[in-house]
């Protein structure tokens, strides 16, 4: 789970709808194609905030042409551990058990993307054209990592429709 989606409100915890996104090594998987942006280093302690619950590492990068595209840092899933020796339980207590979550990696049973957070990735894919959105749909996976994206929203097409609260309409619109 995020807790910034709690704190923002958009978490929908009776329904499991309370995880983002992150990476995972699988040597098997397709290429994901994602966007590089550039944090300057002015921002990059806000950045590490901002995505607090992650273990952010350096990746390769290879162009769509399949050259080396140097380094990125990335999004990775990590460990309560991880996170704990990080942040605290203090930062782990005000972020998460505060909304009664025992776990941030160690879910038990089903978890769900964030449904305004998905929507807003999905936008975002799709305004990058039919190659990156595909790849976001058929590579990005479920918690029980067999479901993909697309396929979870085949099952709830409402997802596309549903739209952030006024206060995020400018930051979850793709």
Same mark, same amino acid.
């Given at each position: 789970?995020?807790?910034?989606? &709690?704190?923002?409100?958009?978490? *929908? ?12 090594? @699988? ?22 905030? =901002? ?6 590492? =350096? ?12 380094? %990125? ?7 309560? %551990?991880?996170?704990? %020796? =990080? ?29 305004? &957070? ?7 894919? *799709? ?17 029980? *990592? ?8 085949? =099952? @709830? ?18």
């Amino acid at each position: 789970p995020a807790g910034v989606f &709690y704190a923002r409100g958009i978490a *929908r915890r009776e329904t499991g709808e309370v995880a983002s996104l992150s990476v995972e090594p @699988d040597e098997a998987a397709e290429p994901l194609l994602v966007s590089l942006f550039e944090v300057p280093a002015s921002e990059m302690a806000a950045f590490y905030r =901002r995505e607090e619950e992650f273990f952010i590492v =350096r990746a390769p990068v290879l162009t769509l042409d399949g050259a080396a595209g140097g380094q %990125a840092l990335v999004c990775s899933a990590g460990t309560d %551990a991880e996170y704990l %020796a =990080r942040r605290g339980r203090q930062a782990f207590d005000e972020l998460y058990g505060a909304h009664g979550i025992g776990s941030i990696w160690s879910w038990a049973g089903p978890i769900l993307p964030c449904r305004v &957070y998905l929507r807003h990735c999905l936008l975002a894919a *799709r305004k990058q054209g039919q190659l990156v959105s595909e790849s976001f749909e058929d590579n990005t996976w479920l918690w029980d *990592r067999k479901t993909t994206v697309r396929e979870h929203l085949a =099952r @709830d097409p409402s997802i596309m429709e549903e739209a952030p609260p006024p206060s995020l309409a400018d930051r979850y619109n793709g």
